[in-house]
């Protein structure tokens, strides 16, 4: 297996591994590789967002030249080389002490999205930068995980708000010679092709290559020559079309990613399916077991005892379901070449509460799968509750579904002044020093006129970045002047900033806040005491409720009664996010209990120092300690929930929460705010980051499946 070269302009000889670097996707969180880029020409890496392949094929030559001789742009290089040469082998990192039996394993991680820098979008939100994170914190801890997904050549969608406020879905291109993405190639150096029979036609599927540290993430393209215009479409877009194309899409993961790894030699010890959009990787390998020569009977046992599935979603509607037909349509007749009959085959996927018309993803998943985990303690007992009737003869307190709540990259989402700030007070070597009993309690003695600063700076960089946007807007679309205050372009670095950015589902109650008018207004532009939300998030091209709540806030956005203190910034996607989790000063989360199942962009502003006000849903039912933030306390049984949240919620931010803010000490500094800030780092430190969460997937999920330790709980009923 070869794979095609990254395109980068001829570098001087004395820096000429900038284009090694650039390769693999760890410049994206190593601090050392992104002060590097930062310092080839500033202005620029801001231009391209971060992006350090385009920064090299953009960047003036002389500006090169001058850098190569440079005694502290090479003092920098010198560093960020020899970083990335010592994280080049696993030997010496925690997967490897903890179990060095178990070298030489591999953990094959599907997906159907991954989130891992906005120059690859190839995401939609919290699954997939859940996913990117998971494979990051598999690198930096040496777990030997190779990653599966689908590359989407034109991306989620570009999001565009008409003037009366509707969400329009344009095509998110992206080009990959400006990526870390390379084609695998064959003998010939041919693209490498594996087959998939769907719908009645072979279509032929290449693949892509991701260097995410460590560990390599394979993405499947069927946008070839070879296929037929609507199997080329398979890998267009993440999320589009009707339920015919999600099937096919889904199959091709998980079919096709199968024969991928196996066709690159790859032989998985675990297989984790991370959501049920790849459930059919499970079906795959039943297929194979059978052609080996055994029975049906047997392959199940063997596919489950090294399987783990995750679910994401704590309501039955979140999961994909389809009908037989379209089922059949899609992989037919597998069943014939398994030797099994059709209803065999596709009970299941069969929900024992319905009729056999249906064929559920995630029940497949947990069907053949040895573990489930849900993602928080609560979703772990809504889980237990959705899917008890796999389980009749159990209690639903007794249905083998576990949880690991989920964590967050902390170099990724930690921004750079906050690690300086921890570098000064902690030592510069804390990183490797996470686990040390009592590091994250020094964080309670910061000094708070230096971590007042440190967010006053970050919150600047994040309206600043606000307002540069709306320019671009304006400039490229001739937005109208009613767009671009709601753009952002009044905001006040000295005003009280909430930020809220979601996805746009109705269950996450956006527009909680807007319950009473009257009242908004009163907070908001009290001039003693101002207040200023910021709003982001995309709602799902056809969730048309989602995109009405959205045009309700972004109506808001323009009412002058609010003094332009409401704003929607448009396309949210990572870099934005990295500005608002580490700028505002609280973060709001509304979800209607219990529809939330873990969330995590608390978590990232958490580990910026910014609290967070939330119902306890999630994370925050098991993250809330009171001194990280403030929780919405739950409705009444009787009450009508969200007329009784909205009352909460108003009387939290009157009577707590602003006026915390505000009273300042002598020297300007909120010192009780302040104490709630390193109450939200020590907390998000302390508990959910994505290291954390690894460790646990490995040692109570991916360990004991290696090491072929039986699951003691019965498999689902069909």
């Known amino acids: 297996m070869t794979a095609s070269p990254l395109v980068i302009p001829q570098l001087p000889e004395r820096i000429s591994g900038l284009s090694a670097l650039a390769a693999n996707i760890s410049w994206s969180w190593s601090r050392k590789a992104r002060a590097l880029f930062r310092a080839v020409d500033y202005p620029l890496w801001s231009l391209t967002r971060h992006n350090p392949i385009e920064l090299l094929r953009r960047v003036d030559p002389q500006v090169l030249i001058a850098r190569a001789g440079d005694p502290e742009f090479l003092r920098l290089y010198d560093a960020a080389m020899a970083a990335a040469t010592r994280d080049g082998t696993a030997a010496q990192t925690w997967f490897a002490s903890a179990f060095p039996e178990l070298r030489g394993s591999t953990i094959a991680y599907f997906c159907a999205e991954f989130g891992l820098h906005n120059s690859v979008p190839i995401y939609s939100g919290g699954l997939g930068v859940l996913a990117g994170d998971q494979c990051k914190t598999a690198s930096d801890l040496g777990v030997p995980l190779v990653g599966v997904g689908l590359l989407y050549t034109q991306g989620y969608f570009d999001q565009r708000i008409r003037p009366d406020g509707w969400q329009e879905d344009a095509d998110e291109r992206f080009d990959p010679a400006l990526t870390p993405l390379v084609r695998v190639l064959g003998p010939n150096s041919e693209p490498w092709i594996v087959k998939v029979r769907t719908s009645g036609r072979e279509v032929c599927v290449a693949v892509w290559r991701m260097m995410v540290g460590r560990v390599p993430l394979y993405l499947l393209d069927t946008d070839l020559q070879e296929n037929d215009p609507a199997d080329r479409a398979l890998s267009h877009r993440l999320y589009g079309g009707g339920l015919d194309l999600r099937l096919r899409q889904e199959w091709i993961l998980g079919a096709g990613g199968v024969r991928v790894l196996r066709a690159l030699g790859h032989d998985p010890a675990v297989w984790h399916a991370n959501e049920g959009h790849p459930a059919f990787m499970l079906i795959e390998r039943l297929r194979e077991l059978m052609a080996r020569g055994l029975t049906f009977a047997d392959a199940g046992p063997q596919v489950r005892a090294t399987s783990l599935f995750t679910t994401h979603t704590p309501v039955p509607a979140g999961h994909d379901a389809f009908s037989r037909g379209q089922v059949e349509e899609c992989i037919g007749p597998i069943w014939d070449e398994m030797g099994v009959s059709r209803d065999a085959l596709l009970d299941l996927g069969h929900h024992p509460s319905e009729e056999r018309g249906r064929f559920h993803m995630a029940v497949t998943a947990i069907r053949l799968s040895g573990r489930v985990n849900a993602v928080s303690q609560r979703h772990g007992e809504e889980s237990r509750r959705l899917w008890s009737a796999l389980w009749p003869e159990r209690d639903a307190t007794k249905v083998p579904i576990g949880h690991v709540t989920n964590g967050v990259h902390l170099t990724t989402w ?305």
């Open 414 to 718: 930690m921004s750079h002044h906050t690690g300086e700030l921890l570098n000064a007070h902690l030592g510069d070597d804390w990183m490797e020093r996470l686990d040390e009993p009592g590091l994250w309690d020094r964080v309670l003695l910061l000094d708070d006129a230096q971590l007042w600063g440190v967010h006053l700076d970050m919150k600047t960089a994040m309206l600043r970045a606000i307002r540069d946007e709306a320019r671009r807007r304006w400039t490229d679309q001739w937005t109208e002047a009613l767009h671009l205050v709601g753009a952002g372009t009044l905001l006040d670095e000295r005003a009280f900033t909430i930020g809220f950015a979601r996805r746009f589902a109705t269950y996450k109650r956006a527009d909680l806040l807007f319950r009473d008018l009257d009242r908004l207004r009163r907070l908001l532009v009290d001039p003693w005491r101002p207040v200023q939300i910021v709003f982001a998030g995309k709602a799902h091209p056809a969730d048309d409720p989602g995109k009405h709540v959205l045009q309700r806030v972004y109506q808001l956005t323009r009412d002058p009664r609010f003094e332009g203190r409401i704003a929607f910034v448009e396309d949210y996607e990572m870099h934005l996010a990295h500005r608002l989790v580490q700028g505002v000063d609280l973060w709001m989360n509304l979800p209607r209990p219990p529809l939330e199942a873990s969330g995590t962009s608390g978590m990232k502003a958490g580990l910026n120092g910014v609290p967070q006000l939330s119902t306890l849903d999630g994370w925050w039912a098991e993250g809330f300690d009171g001194g990280n933030g403030w929780a919405i306390p739950a409705a009444a049984p009787g009450e009508d929930v969200d007329a009784a949240d909205a009352e909460r919620l108003y009387r939290l931010l009157e009577e707590q929460i602003v006026p915390l803010y505000y009273a300042r000490d002598a020297r300007g500094i909120p010192i009780y705010w302040t104490e709630k800030m390193k109450g939200a780092l020590r907390a998000a430190g302390r508990r959910f980051t994505a290291q954390r969460m690894v460790r646990e997937y490995v040692t109570d999920y991916y360990v004991p499946a290696m090491r072929r330790e039986l699951s003691h709980d019965d498999p689902p009923s069909a």
